[in-house]
């Protein structure tokens, strides 16, 4: 790279309890770009997103994020320094309706009534399904549109980079598309995606580069284009 | 080292009990009063500590257990002629376990902070029946009556003097804490440590939880009532005041000053706070405030002081006084 | 049974207004337990603090409104600075040991109260004056707009976190306490301000039973006391159950007063909870758990 990338992950670990979770990951995302994080389960890929979120404290290592360091900031800060978080088990605010969901992210201090109304006016665009629903409690969804809503709210916060926690899972393949879709038009925003993923074509389809996580380490590190669904690299790492 | 600490132990324990027994001798009226009453207090705050400490069950209900002791003592105390001594403890330990058992039932089934709060509201039924039940308690004035002799029938009979009395609660409280020590060390005790480390793994392994913490919950009570017995012997009268939830919270209190999970510990804690108690008292007033120009703090009640110990203690030492003992009390 | 229809109205009348109050410091505590786990021990004493400050202020201005206004203003800042100094500390640990913590809380304040202002009760005396005839009995106004002063301070609050920036905030972090983070709010301001709302609410009861009951520096263990029945059988985090059980148990109680004292007339509150620990033990009026 020749600028500074917008996200910079340095040698991080972490623990949970006596576990050692992360062992010195290491890893960049520029401006705009798409990058994949592939690997097992239980390898560290969602705890390496939650410590870049600022939801998990690392012991050692460093963050960087649009030229701050971030360890040690509350993750309220992370979020207004632009970044959105979508977990793996969505977990939209049941009891809230779809719009208070939204709003979680929308209101924010310096963004006028205009903006807001355009925010979610884009969103709705993106979303339609969401806005039939705009009036029912978060948790009356179905797990497709659940997945929808927490990728809409977080995309309130306007962030620079989306932090996608397996997206995918446990979704129809015409949503999975549709999720494939929503990647693309956020890097038509320039807004970066850090996916992270168990669906290998999908996420060899929709990124520029991609890490492949073992046991809490990155082993191998590529461009998208250099690798095959099936390639022995993939079969290592993650047995499909 | 290992073969060596159970000797350790018994040594160390034959010297404080022998310490204990001695100071009765020495000390003047007052301090020696409050000797036994510190035994007494930790005798509760110990039955108290096989439910917080061992099973992980924060009770407020203890005052319960501690007051139907008392009240069962003076009903038996008030009804033989002569006064009879193991009567009176038969009826403080039957009531006391009765009580355990009605409170058991409800409120093992629930957890944590329900269990709390629906205990302290079981003392506070428990006192409200006392205290307007006037025609078989005494009421707000509670029940007086007389100390009964150290008797067996057919064999001797001997009055109480202070300093028996003292070796008598000292023999109690003693005997309580080594059967309390055994049932924390056997099987049974194990399990209810892993009730409290993990209460879905044990359940999930196959144990009886409720079952267990029902039991738990009256040998509490029985220790508690017994607490309550000898606090009848020792004051001769019985008041509504101590099944007041606030006596559950001072004897809470005590458990996490002196160290949960301990044992000793609690009595420790009850004898810190009584000692507070006391040099508050008599430091809070204007002849010693005075000159330090404190002098608006007479009148203060000793409890602002050692709550705020307490809440600084529960914050900065949560395991109390003796808490890094525990390891090693508990070979 | 010989009770006159008369008195029969006049206790469900004093069990509304009782209940509206109680209702208020039961949210209090059910605001502060659904957000972050606390069963705050201490939340009677805020209760007579806010009494205590609501009849000094009644006695220097005369005015009920500056009472209830000082009351909560005051309690809330010192709820908040209870919660940064006591309670943030051991948000993460043990939830027994902020029982505890509050539990001392609750002796250091009730004690500090009895030093303070003495034993002898204080009262604010009929705030309102006037009276309205009720078949043959004279009913006080004061009573009821004090009913209603309780009504529409709940209601306050349910438009406040219905509607309105800090009622999502609120709600969000009741909800899921990290995402709410994730999205940018700030928590742990969040939560400083749920307890000082709490708190003003407590404060705001004192205020309102000051008229009805002596102000002592014990007044805040029988109110605490009814308003765990409360949160019980309502329902620990509901609002609404609250509010519910909160006037069902003073409707009970007011109409056993009829027949026994009052000391003894909270033996039916006692007994409601049994039943309901027995037989729906996550409240009677919340909704069936799925």
Same mark, same amino acid.
């Given at each position: 790279m020749t600028t500074e990338p917008l996200l910079a992950v340095e040698d991080i670990h972490s623990y949970y309890g006596k576990s050692h979770i992360l062992h010195g990951i290491s890893l960049e995302v520029g401006r705009g770009e798409v990058v994949g994080l592939l690997g097992r389960n239980g390898v560290g890929k969602s705890t390496t997103l939650k410590a870049i979120a600022g939801l998990v404290h690392p012991n050692a290592g460093r963050v960087v994020f649009d030229g701050q360091p971030t360890i040690g900031l509350p993750a309220h800060r992370m979020a207004r320094l632009g970044i959105g978080y979508v977990p793996e088990d969505r977990r939209i605010f049941p009891l809230l309706t779809v719009t208070e969901n939204l709003r979680t992210g929308l209101d924010r201090r310096g963004v006028g009534k205009a903006k807001k109304e355009a925010l979610l006016d884009k969103v709705y665009q993106y979303f339609p399904v969401l806005a039939e629903r705009r009036r029912q409690p978060g948790g009356t969804l179905s797990g497709g549109e659940q997945q929808m809503l927490a990728i809409a709210r977080a995309m309130m916060l306007e962030p620079k980079i989306m932090l996608l926690d397996e997206p995918t899972e446990g979704l129809m393949p015409r949503m999975v598309s549709q999720i494939r879709e929503i990647i693309e038009a956020l890097h038509r925003d320039h807004v970066a995606v850090l996916l992270v993923e168990q669906n290998v074509p999908l996420t060899l389809g929709a990124c520029e580069r991609i890490y492949i996580i073992e046991k809490g380490v990155v082993r191998h590190h590529a461009p998208a284009a250099e690798l095959r669904v099936g390639d022995a690299i993939i079969h290592q790492y993650l047995g499909v | 080292?290992?073969?060596? +600490?159970?000797?350790?132990?018994? @040594? /160390?324990?034959?010297?404080?009990?022998?310490?204990?027994?001695?100071?009765?001798?020495?000390?003047?009226?007052?301090?020696?009063?409050?000797?036994?009453?510190?035994?007494?207090?930790?005798?509760?705050?110990?039955?108290?500590?096989?439910? @917080?400490?061992?099973?992980?069950?924060?009770?407020?209900?203890?005052?319960? *257990?501690?007051?139907? /002791?008392?009240?069962?003592?003076?009903?038996?105390?008030?009804?033989?002629?002569?006064?009879?001594? #193991?009567?009176?403890?038969?009826?403080?330990? =039957?009531?006391?376990? &009765?009580? !355990? &058992?009605?409170?058991?039932? %409800?409120?093992?089934?629930?957890?944590?902070?329900? %269990?709390?709060?629906?205990?302290? @509201?079981?003392? +506070?039924? $428990?006192?409200?029946?006392? $205290?307007? #039940?006037?025609?078989?308690? /005494?009421?707000?004035?509670?029940?007086? $009556?007389?100390?009964?002799?150290?008797?067996?029938? /057919?064999?001797?009979?001997?009055? *109480?003097?202070?300093?028996?009395?003292? #070796?008598?609660?000292?023999?109690?409280?003693?005997?309580?804490?080594? =059967?309390?020590?055994? =049932?924390? +060390?056997?099987? *049974?005790?194990?399990?209810?440590?892993?009730?409290?480390?993990?209460?879905?793994?044990?359940?999930?392994?196959?144990?009886?939880?409720?079952?267990?913490?029902?039991?738990?919950?009256?040998?509490?009570?029985? $220790? !508690?009532?017994?607490?309550?017995?000898?606090?009848?012997? +020792?004051n001769q009268f019985a008041a509504p005041d101590f099944v007041f939830f606030v006596v559950s919270g001072e004897t809470v209190i005590y458990n996490v000053i002196g160290g949960v999970g301990t044992l000793v510990g609690p009595i420790a804690g009850a004898g810190f706070f009584l000692l507070l108690r006391e040099g508050f008292s008599r430091l809070f007033t204007l002849k010693y405030l005075a000159p330090v120009g404190l002098g608006g703090l007479a009148g203060m009640s000793y409890l602002v002081p050692v709550g705020l110990i307490f809440i600084a203690m529960v914050i900065f030492l949560p395991q109390g006084l003796l808490g890094f003992a525990r390891r090693w009390l508990n070979r | 049974m010989g009770v006159p229809f008369a008195h029969f109205v006049i206790q469900t009348l004093n069990g509304i207004v009782s209940g509206m109050i109680l209702a208020l410091v039961a949210s209090g505590l059910t605001l502060i337990f659904g957000i972050m786990d606390v069963v705050n021990f201490a939340h009677g004493e805020f209760l007579m603090l806010g009494a205590y400050v609501g009849v000094i202020t009644f006695a220097a201005t005369g005015s009920f409104w500056l009472a209830l206004i000082a009351a909560s203003l005051v309690i809330a800042a010192f709820g908040a600075v209870v919660y940064l100094t006591t309670l943030r500390p051991l948000l993460g640990r043990d939830p027994l040991t902020t029982i505890l913590a509050t539990f001392g809380i609750s002796l250091v304040l009730q004690n500090y109260a009895l030093w303070q202002f003495g034993p002898v009760a204080r009262k604010i005396e009929e705030p309102f004056t006037g009276q309205f005839t009720l078949f043959y009995l004279d009913y006080p106004w004061y009573r009821l707009i004090i009913a209603g002063l309780a009504a529409a301070i709940i209601g306050g609050l349910w438009l406040f976190l219905k509607f309105g920036t800090y009622g999502i905030w609120i709600r969000a972090t009741t909800q899921d306490r990290v995402m709410a983070q994730a999205m940018g709010i700030p928590v742990p301001w969040v939560l400083t301000g749920v307890f000082a709302i709490g708190s003003a609410m407590a404060a705001a009861s004192g205020v309102l039973f000051a008229p009805l009951v002596g102000v002592d520096h014990a007044m805040g263990v029988d109110w605490i006391l009814r308003a765990f029945i409360v949160v019980v059988v309502g329902g620990m985090g509901n609002l609404g159950g609250s509010i519910l059980a909160a006037i069902f148990i003073s409707l009970l109680d007011a109409y056993a007063s009829l027949w026994v004292s009052p000391s003894q007339s909270i033996i039916v509150s006692f007994v409601v909870l049994i039943l309901t620990l027995l037989f729906r033990p996550t409240g009677l009026f919340a909704p069936t758990p799925k």
């Open positions: - | 080292m290992k073969l060596r +600490q159970p000797v350790v132990f018994w @040594i /160390g324990l034959c010297v404080i009990v022998a310490v204990l027994a001695v100071a009765p001798l020495i000390l003047p009226v007052f301090w020696r009063r409050l000797l036994t009453e510190i035994l007494i207090w930790g005798l509760l705050a110990m039955s108290s500590d096989l439910l @917080i400490g061992y099973t992980g069950m924060v009770s407020f209900g203890h005052s319960a *257990f501690f007051g139907l /002791g008392m009240y069962g003592a003076a009903a038996a105390l008030l009804n033989s002629n002569p006064p009879n001594l #193991w009567f009176a403890l038969a009826a403080g330990l =039957i009531a006391a376990a &009765a009580v !355990a &058992a009605f409170v058991a039932y %409800f409120s093992t089934r629930l957890r944590d902070i329900y %269990f709390a709060i629906t205990t302290l @509201i079981f003392s +506070q039924i $428990f006192y409200v029946i006392i $205290f307007t #039940w006037t025609s078989l308690t /005494g009421g707000e004035n509670g029940l007086t $009556f007389e100390r009964p002799a150290l008797a067996i029938p /057919g064999l001797f009979s001997q009055q *109480f003097t202070a300093t028996t009395l003292h #070796w008598f609660v000292l023999a109690v409280v003693s005997g309580s804490y080594l =059967i309390l020590r055994r =049932i924390t +060390q056997s099987p *049974f005790g194990m399990v209810l440590q892993s009730i409290r480390e993990n209460e879905r793994r044990t359940r999930a392994v196959g144990y009886p939880v409720e079952r267990y913490k029902i039991v738990s919950v009256m040998l509490s009570g029985l $220790f !508690a009532g017994l607490a309550g017995v000898l606090y009848a012997l +020792q | -």
